[in-house]
């Protein structure tokens, strides 16, 4: 089955420690987003790609990485420098332009102790 | 800048009950529209959209929505609401001419169901 796949589902992480969070999908999607979800607040978008070796910054993108090497992959690393790292991270894709639907993973909680 | 509000952060309703969850947006023209439904925990299942001719979208597990661009309003709808309705509930927009396919939420319905 087509979809998109995310892990760990939940990880503990110290304080000033990097980390990365794995998103792949099999959808042969062009586009590729990042979301951010805290209680209260949606989902705010941390990075998109819409292309191979291109990504752009969304609304919230201090203190976070990424990298399209792949089309299938899009990891995010949530650097020591994100003041509040702690939340629910989803992943999503789509056929790209214009907007259509998002197609997302089953998410994956950071926990920082 | 494009922009989506539930008014409504929590809403309890009875089993078999009528269900109308609000979402108004702004934006200088007539956007993409979506509603999404997530589990506790889960990621999040497209319900219906709407991206252009008649204004009232039929979904998944029953539920329909109507557009409305004088009140610039997507409200989602289910005639009869099932436990399993309980969730909560993102009504997103995306912009026609964005190059990006980047979507806009809102901030989200809690949705809680009543025996």
């Known amino acids: 089955d087509g979809g998109i796949t995310q892990s760990p589902k939940y990880l503990f992480r110290k304080e000033g420690q990097n980390v990365t969070l794995s998103c792949e999908q099999n959808?042969?999607?062009?586009?590729m987003y990042w979301y951010r979800q805290d209680p209260g607040q949606g989902l705010r978008l941390i990075y998109y790609?819409?292309?191979?070796?291109?990504?752009q910054k969304g609304d919230i993108a201090e203190g976070y990485s990424v990298s399209r090497e792949k089309k299938e992959s899009f990891p995010l690393t949530v650097t020591s420098a994100q003041k509040n790292p702690t939340a629910f991270y989803l992943c999503?894709?789509?056929?790209?332009?214009?907007?259509?639907?998002?197609?997302f993973g089953e998410g994956s909680r950071l926990t920082v102790l | 800048a494009q922009s989506v509000t539930q008014p409504d952060i929590h809403i309890t309703v009875s089993e078999g009950a009528s269900l109308e969850l609000r979402c108004n947006y702004s934006?200088?023209?007539?956007?993409?529209l979506f509603w999404y439904v997530q589990s506790p925990g889960q990621g999040l299942q497209l319900l219906l959209k709407?991206?252009?001719?008649?204004?009232l979208v039929q979904g998944i597990k029953g539920f329909e929505a109507e557009f409305k661009r004088s009140q610039s309003s997507f409200n989602l709808r289910k005639p009869s609401v099932h436990w399993s309705d309980a969730a909560e509930y993102f009504c997103?927009?995306?912009?026609?001419?964005?190059?990006?396919?980047?979507?806009?939420f809102g901030q989200g319905t809690t949705l809680q169901v009543k025996p």
């Open positions: 709407y991206f252009s001719g008649d204004t």
């Open positions: 790609s819409q292309i191979v070796n291109d990504f």
């Open positions: 997103a927009v995306g912009a026609r001419s964005s190059n990006t396919g980047k979507l806009i």
């Open positions: 934006y200088g023209a007539t956007p993409y």
């Open positions: 959808l042969n999607h062009d586009a």
């Open positions: 999503a894709s789509s056929i790209g332009t214009p907007p259509g639907e998002l197609f």
